[in-house]
Nanobody, 118 residues
Framework: VQLQASGGGLVQAGGSLRLSCAAS????????VGWFRQAPGKEREFVAQ????????YYADSVKGRFTISRDNAKNTVYLQMNSLKPEDTAVYYC????????????WGQGTQVTVSS
């Protein structure tokens, strides 16, 4: 699975961005797809994930109620809608995928930079 993340940029606090993660080489049909982020000087952290088969989602507490992960079956693409952005959301965001039977995310896309100005 090859993953291509896009949609990052510079936005003011309180604004919105939508990230996209497009897959090629295989469909997501038996996978979890997740978003992670890494801020300068910090470890990479989980943001959200979606199970492709039924669309069930899970979020980190820090983004719950502000971010929404969704999927488009026809486009084999996962989105992360980010609203009410805060400066602490500034990070490089990565999408990743794992087979539903895997413990760890094994497929990673390149990162996309999100910068939230105060």
């Amino acid at each position: 699975v090859q993953l291509q993340a896009s949609g990052g940029g510079l936005v003011q606090a309180g604004g919105s961005l939508r990230l996209s993660c497009a897959a090629s080489g295989r469909t997501f049909s038996s996978y979890f797809v997740g978003w992670f982020r890494q801020a300068p000087g910090k470890e990479r952290e989980f943001v959200a994930q979606i199970r492709w088969t039924d669309g069930s989602t899970y979020y980190a507490d820090s983004v719950k109620g502000r971010f929404t992960i969704s999927r488009d079956n026809a486009k084999n693409t996962v989105y992360l809608q980010m609203n009410s952005l805060k400066p602490e959301d500034t990070a490089v965001y990565y999408c990743a995928a794992k087979n539903i039977h895997s413990m760890a995310y094994g497929y990673w896309g390149q990162g996309t930079q999100v910068t939230v100005s105060s």
